[in-house]
């Protein structure tokens, strides 16, 4: 049986409100605020209406296409077929979803929203579109091994188009009012991660684990573009969460110099992985990729040296941890260049491994620095 929380408020209060007794409100409790308000059910029939016209649109112009091209049997995955509209016309029907919904919160006062700043509008955007594009790729390729050759007709194609953008539009709608930065800190995992896993898959029969793992981002890998588009939209999203967080932080720590230094240097880091992206290790610009991939190294063995001194009130646990992951990231290179133990490609996933993890404990930590946001609620008494 769900408890009911009742909330007592003078009736001045409640005059300036605009709220009566026995009205559901909810109660939005911050780090430095208190905000009640009352739900908005027409706004709920907008955002359902909204998300029913663009699957609706959507399919129409699906349903268009196959027509003119005179396609009458689609393929379920291939050149033309529901795969690829939907990576094409459901990606682009999210990330539309994504901004109308966005900038309506952005005008709401009290909104999840409120606190991001527009200039982190396309990246956050843009990183919710290329990890639901991952996703369904990665969904397609399941159901292509799995289904090989299998077509539907017309009806049936659209009828499972219009499924999986309203899914995608729906689940856009859900994740953009509860954006925040924890949230934009596993977008950053799934997305590199999900890059990564995706190439090395793709690639399975290349043995591309017998060069390196920037392997999978030249043009001898198949599909090297999804390594390379992680690898950059991670550095996006990266940029946009240290934007968002170190926003945040100055409100508790202002005229932190300490900060600033940190900030700077995940700016710079955001910055170069997104660069490692952008130049891929092909042949022509490969002392160019490998600067950029050295660069990484020394950012992150400096951010691990220095981050006693970086962040505020440092645990004595993260600290041991960050000892213990600089040194194995020691012990590693020696292996790999003095003792010759570990393969380029062993010491490389090994130190991704390592420094990715450091960097995701960093942004937790960051976080806790954050109240949570707590959402209650209550019936006014």
Same mark, same amino acid.
């Given at each position: 049986?769900?408890?009911?929380?009742?909330?007592?408020?003078?009736?001045?209060?409640?005059?300036?409100?605009?709220?009566?007794?026995?009205?559901?409100?909810?109660?939005?409790?911050?780090?430095?605020?208190?905000?009640?308000?009352?739900?908005?059910?027409?706004?709920?029939?907008?955002?359902?209406?909204?998300?029913?016209?663009?699957?609706?649109?959507?399919?129409?112009?699906?349903?268009?296409?196959? /027509?003119?091209?005179?396609?009458?049997?689609?393929?379920?995955?291939?050149?033309? +077929?529901?795969?690829?509209?939907?990576?094409?016309?459901?990606?682009? +029907?999210?990330?539309?979803?994504? /901004?109308?919904?966005?900038?309506?919160?952005?005008?709401?006062?009290?909104?999840?929203?409120?606190?991001?700043?527009?200039?982190?509008?396309?990246?956050?955007?843009?990183?919710?579109?290329?990890?639901?594009? /991952?996703? /369904?790729?990665?969904?397609?390729?399941?159901?292509?091994?799995?289904?090989?050759?299998?077509?539907?007709?017309?009806?049936?194609?659209?009828? =499972?188009?219009?499924?999986?953008?309203?899914?995608?539009?729906?689940?856009?709608?859900? =994740?953009?009012?509860?954006?925040?930065?924890?949230?934009?800190?596993?977008?950053?995992?799934?997305?590199?991660?999900?890059?990564?896993?995706?190439?090395?898959?793709?690639?399975?029969?290349?043995?591309?684990?017998?060069?390196?793992?920037?392997?999978?981002?030249?043009?001898?890998?198949?599909? +090297?573009?999804?390594?390379?588009?992680? =690898?950059?939209?991670?550095?996006?999203?990266?940029?946009?969460?240290?934007?968002?967080?170190?926003?945040?932080?100055?409100?508790?720590?202002?005229?932190?110099?300490?900060?600033?230094?940190?900030?700077?240097?995940?700016?710079?880091?955001?910055?170069?992985?997104?660069?490692?992206?952008?130049?891929?290790?092909?042949?022509?610009?490969?002392? =160019?990729?490998?600067?950029?991939?050295?660069?990484?190294?020394?950012?992150?063995?400096?951010?691990?040296?220095?981050?006693?001194?970086?962040?505020?009130?440092?645990?004595?646990?993260?600290?041991?941890?960050?000892?213990?992951?600089?040194?194995?990231?020691?012990?590693?290179?020696?292996?790999?260049?003095?003792?010759?133990?570990?393969?380029?490609?062993?010491?490389?996933?090994?130190?991704?491994?390592?420094?990715? +993890?450091?960097?995701?404990?960093?942004?937790?930590?960051?976080?806790?620095?954050?109240?949570?946001?707590?959402?209650?609620?209550?019936?006014?008494?």
């Amino acid at each position: 049986m769900n408890e009911r929380r009742t909330l007592e408020l003078p009736d001045a209060l409640k005059a300036q409100l605009g709220v009566k007794s026995g009205e559901h409100v909810e109660v939005r409790i911050g780090a430095d605020e208190l905000k009640i308000s009352t739900p908005k059910p027409v706004e709920v029939k907008k955002r359902r209406w909204g998300m029913i016209i663009l699957t609706f649109v959507m399919s129409c112009v699906f349903l268009g296409y196959f /027509m003119v091209r005179k396609i009458y049997q689609v393929s379920l995955v291939g050149s033309e +077929s529901v795969a690829t509209m939907v990576l094409l016309l459901t990606t682009l +029907s999210g990330l539309m979803s994504f /901004m109308v919904v966005f900038v309506r919160l952005k005008r709401q006062s009290g909104s999840a929203v409120e606190s991001v700043s527009w200039r982190n509008l396309p990246t956050v955007a843009l990183a919710f579109a290329l990890i639901s594009f /991952m996703l /369904m790729a990665g969904l397609f390729w399941i159901a292509g091994r799995l289904f090989k050759g299998a077509s539907f007709d017309l009806v049936t194609s659209t009828a =499972l188009f219009a499924l999986m953008t309203s899914v995608e539009i729906q689940a856009i709608n859900s =994740l953009v009012p509860q954006l925040s930065s924890r949230l934009l800190t596993n977008i950053f995992i799934a997305v590199i991660v999900s890059g990564v896993i995706l190439a090395m898959i793709s690639n399975q029969n290349l043995y591309w684990w017998k060069h390196n793992l920037s392997f999978l981002g030249t043009n001898k890998a198949v599909d +090297s573009w999804e390594f390379n588009l992680a =690898l950059f939209f991670s550095g996006l999203i990266l940029l946009a969460l240290v934007d968002y967080l170190f926003a945040s932080l100055k409100r508790i720590f202002p005229k932190s110099r300490q900060l600033l230094v940190l900030r700077i240097l995940l700016t710079l880091l955001a910055i170069d992985l997104g660069m490692v992206g952008a130049f891929p290790n092909n042949l022509e610009i490969h002392s =160019l990729h490998t600067r950029l991939a050295g660069y990484l190294i020394f950012l992150i063995l400096g951010l691990i040296f220095g981050i006693r001194w970086l962040l505020p009130d440092i645990s004595t646990d993260f600290q041991h941890i960050s000892w213990m992951i600089a040194a194995a990231l020691l012990a590693g290179e020696i292996l790999f260049q003095v003792v010759g133990y570990l393969s380029l490609t062993a010491f490389e996933i090994m130190a991704f491994l390592l420094a990715f +993890s450091w960097l995701v404990m960093l942004f937790e930590r960051l976080n806790d620095y954050l109240e949570p946001i707590q959402n209650q609620r209550y019936v006014i008494k």
